[in-house]
């Protein structure tokens, strides 16, 4: 196992999307964001040295009319929501490296740059926007994706009301990029993820692209064009550029610089144009690297509902924590549905993960060991020995267990990810009762002390693998197992305990919740 995890001291950058500040933070929010914190966790965990980026989307005429009905300046608005949301990441345990605001200087600058170098490239002309907008979406939209709902024009895939606009524009040749689009698209087929997403996309850029309107006249809020101070970028162009401004650009010499291209940006579905057309265009028109993949998560409806500001059911992660605990929350979010699919959050379905999986399957488990350590062993870890036949039933599939995860986390399958560790702790739990090791200490000894070692083995590779998921909770199942702070890492598996090693008395990892009517 050491050579597997000896060497991989690569660099890995992935990011959240930033989040656009026209509400407050979300359970959606959280979802995304605990998804790429497992994956920078686990890419730590491995040994590699990771550049975790969030952070917020603060311009646009969105924002701009937001701030205006609440009676405060754009920067004022933008400010405490920009709070609210890193608050939110912080208390739901998301390691960021790097907290990213559009409206900072380095920010400004790094889009006027970029700007610069498509306007010198050619890529971008001057001319007249006119069609269908939609500031809810801050998206333009083609006489074919809009029809007429309740007397209004309305955006198909969204559902938001479009208006017919006309101003001074500033165009981005997208038309020219339709076929090295495509062409880049057969030459990396991991680019797009999941398949459904892939398909999608491919598709509409298929069908043809037309020159992308990346200015606006009609607002002030955004980041001024270069020489022309008259229109500000449009803001996909504006907060798509955070994740090269984040790496040093347009220093390259910036030693955040040798991180880019980014490994994955994970987004939301709805964002997947943006990030696949729009993002890797603007990169190679300007001579950059465009990212490696882009990772697309599905939607949360809540109780079957979906989320909605009318319905007031947009929940509220830092209260759910408060209700389930904090790593209760995170594993269910990833556990429940395939990560890519749209999926739906039930207190019911998150009392049924915490209580039998978490608190039986694992907790169970752990408890039911080290309380036999405690009891028969004097609280040390028993000597380990030559595994026999029936050891190896347990210690084979715990030793290949962190490459299968390691696997599945690579590809964003978080719930495949965690079905693999459960093999393994109901394998543990199926185990301990076959070999009954309570029954061994009258017949023989040297055979219990074995079996527990064993099992132990199995707990500290489980509790390994499972840091990114539950950092506290693992980090205190960890503690209760007598590993030190700085043998955590997956490298360290290789490396057995040594024989004799106190133990701290077993206290339960989870709480049960009783199921209200």
């Known amino acids: 196992m050491s050579e597997a995890w000896a060497d991989s001291g690569k660099r890995f950058f992935l990011t959240t999307p930033i989040y656009y500040l026209n509400g407050q933070p979300h359970i959606g929010h959280a979802y995304t964001s605990i998804a ?21 989307d603060e311009h646009g005429q969105k924002v701009a009319q937001a701030a205006a009905a609440a009676g405060v300046s754009p920067q004022e608005f ?20 790097d907290f990213i605001r559009t409206t900072e200087g380095r920010h400004k600058a790094a889009c006027q740059a970029l700007w610069q170098r498509l306007a010198d490239a ?32 309305v955006a198909i895939a969204s559902g938001a009301p479009v208006e017919w606009t006309r101003e001074p524009s500033y165009f981005f040749r997208l038309s020219d990029w339709t076929d090295r689009l495509l062409a880049f698209y057969e030459a990396n087929p991991d680019f797009m993820a999941p398949a459904s997403t892939r398909r999608e996309v491919t598709s509409f850029v298929k069908a043809g692209l ?37 790496a040093g650009y347009p220093d390259t010499s910036s030693p955040n610089w040798d991180f880019w291209p980014a490994n994955v940006h994970i987004v939301g579905k709805e964002i997947t144009r943006f990030h696949c057309v729009y993002w890797p265009a603007f990169l190679m028109a300007a001579g950059l ?31 759910l924590a408060e209700e389930f605990g904090l790593d209760p929350l995170r594993y269910y979010l990833l ?46 870890l028993p ?107 997956l490298s360290d598996l290789a490396t057995p305990l040594a024989d004799g090693t106190e133990l701290s008395a077993p206290v339960p990892l989870f709480r049960k919740i009783e199921e209200t009517a």
């Open 335 to 380: 556990r429940e549905v395939p990560f890519g699919n749209d999926g739906d959050f039930s207190r019911r379905a998150v009392i049924g993960r915490l209580n039998s999986e978490l608190a039986n399957d694992l907790g169970n488990l752990a408890n039911r060991v080290l309380s036999l350590i405690a009891k028969n062993c004097e609280g040390r």
């Open 289 to 319: 690297e465009p990212p490696q993949r882009v990772f697309a998560n599905g939607w949360l409806t809540i109780e079957g509902q979906k989320m909605s500001k009318s319905l007031g059911n947009g929940l509220d992660p830092l209260v």
């Open 210 to 246: 037309q020159d992308l309107s990346i200015s606006r006249t009609s607002f002030t809020w955004g980041v001024p064009v270069p020489g022309d101070p008259a229109h500000v970028m449009y803001v996909w162009l504006d907060a798509l550029t955070n994740y090269i401004t984040a």
């Open 78 to 97: 933008t400010d405490n929501l920009a709070a609210d949301f890193r608050g939110m990441a912080e208390k739901i345990g998301i390691s960021f490296d």
């Open 36 to 56: 790429a914190d497992v994956l920078a966790r686990w890419k730590r965990l491995a040994g590699h040295k990771v550049f975790f980026l969030t952070g917020t």
């Open 383 to 489: 000597a380990l020995t030559e595994p026999t036949e029936a050891d190896r039933a347990l210690l084979g599939p715990v030793e290949a267990l962190p490459a299968l995860v390691d696997d599945a986390i690579s590809r964003q399958a978080f719930g495949e990810a965690l079905e693999r560790i459960w093999t393994v702790v109901r394998l543990g739990n199926s185990w301990i009762d076959g070999q009954k090791p309570w029954a061994l200490r009258k017949t023989d000894a040297d055979r219990m002390a074995a079996v527990l070692r064993s099992l132990h083995t199995a707990l500290r590779t489980l509790a390994t693998v499972l840091q990114p998921f539950m950092p506290e909770t693992m980090a205190a199942m960890l503690d209760q197992l007598g590993v030190g702070q700085g043998a955590r890492a």
């Open 122 to 153: 050619g890529q971008i002309y001057l001319g007249h926007y006119e069609g269908w907008y939609a500031v809810r979406d801050e998206a333009f939209y083609g006489e074919d994706e809009i029809e007429e709902r309740d007397g209004k024009k």
